[in-house]
């Protein structure tokens, strides 16, 4: 017996949370009643539907889809058919700036592009205590090195 032992108990709970008495053994807790994907929504995915007008916003925390997908011309032209793209990041990145032309490297036209961006301040990993965790298995935790610049 391991701690998953405990999944059904936790399961029960949270379908009682969701439907309260109506969440009962017979109908299955409710499950069926759960809304259900109708197919997988990667990443991918979701850059394939913005570039068919399909997605109007897209939020980007920590991740610079411009220099990270192999296909970076369908990710600009992607992010140029949103209404608002928000941008969650220390640094300023390929993606949040894919709006401006810089010649060769992003030969855009700016007036042709109607997506606004909202780029929001955030802190880095020295910047704050925690702890970094990746696939390697190895977990490792930091002190902040320095106050976050602005108000505090």
């Known amino acids: 017996m391991n701690y998953w032992g405990n999944y059904p108990k936790f399961f ?6 969701f439907y ?19 197919q997988s929504y ?8 913005m570039d068919r007008n399909l997605v109007t916003g897209y939020i980007c925390q920590g991740f610079n889809p411009v220099a ?12 140029s058919k949103l209404k608002y793209l928000v941008i969650v990041d220390p640094l300023v990145t390929e993606t949040s700036n894919f709006w401006q032309n810089h010649g060769e490297m992003n ?11 909202f780029r929001l301040p955030s802190t880095c990993f020295a ?13 490792q935790w930091h002190w902040k ?3 976050a610049p602005g108000k505090r």
Request: hydrophobic share 40%; glycine share 8%.
């Open 145 to 147: 090195g320095a106050d």
């Open 20 to 38: 309260g008495d109506e969440a009962q053994k017979e109908n299955g807790w409710g499950f069926d009643w759960l809304p259900k994907w109708d």
């Open 127 to 139: 910047e704050e205590d925690g702890s970094i965790a990746n696939s390697g298995r190895w977990l």
């Open 107 to 117: 030969d855009v036209d700016p007036a042709k592009i109607q997506t606004e961006v």
């Open 12 to 17: 029960v709970s949270l379908m009682k949370a």
């Open 42 to 49: 990667d990443v991918l995915k979701y850059f394939d539907m």
């Open 68 to 79: 990270s997908f192999p296909d970076k011309n369908k990710v600009v032209a992607s992010l």
